[in-house]
């Protein structure tokens, strides 16, 4: 049974920092793209950040443009844990995070977390 759950949300104030993590079990997580998302209320889930194998000895990480520079995403295979680093928060970055998982690089997402939440104060 796949399971992916979030922890290190909270309330921040603006300009604050915050890591979220994403801890997988029952797959390979080194083979899955981990992805970061965001539903923030009365709007959809939108993308926030990717990270996946680049088929060589790397892998490559993509964000949206609203969080370009200010979130760095990474993974620790070994422990098959993912991060999301939020660093200069601001109250527009207030929403449910929620990690997700797909396999190699797959555009579907297959697996997804419960969602943590980071309220951003002014």
Known sequence: ??????????????????????????????MYTMGWFRQAPGKEREFVAAIRWSGQTNYIDSYADSVKGRFTI????????????????????????YCAA??????????WGQGTQVTVSS
């Open 74 to 97: 990474s993974r620790d295979n070994a422990k098959g844990t993912g991060y999301l680093q939020m660093n200069r928060l601001t109250p527009e970055d207030t929403a449910v995070y």
């Open 1 to 30: 049974q796949v399971q992916l759950v979030e922890s290190g949300g909270g309330l921040v104030q603006a300009g604050g920092s915050l890591r979220l993590s994403c801890a997988a079990s029952g797959l390979a997580f080194s």
């Open 102 to 111: 797909a396999w190699g690089s797959s555009p579907k997402y297959a697996y």
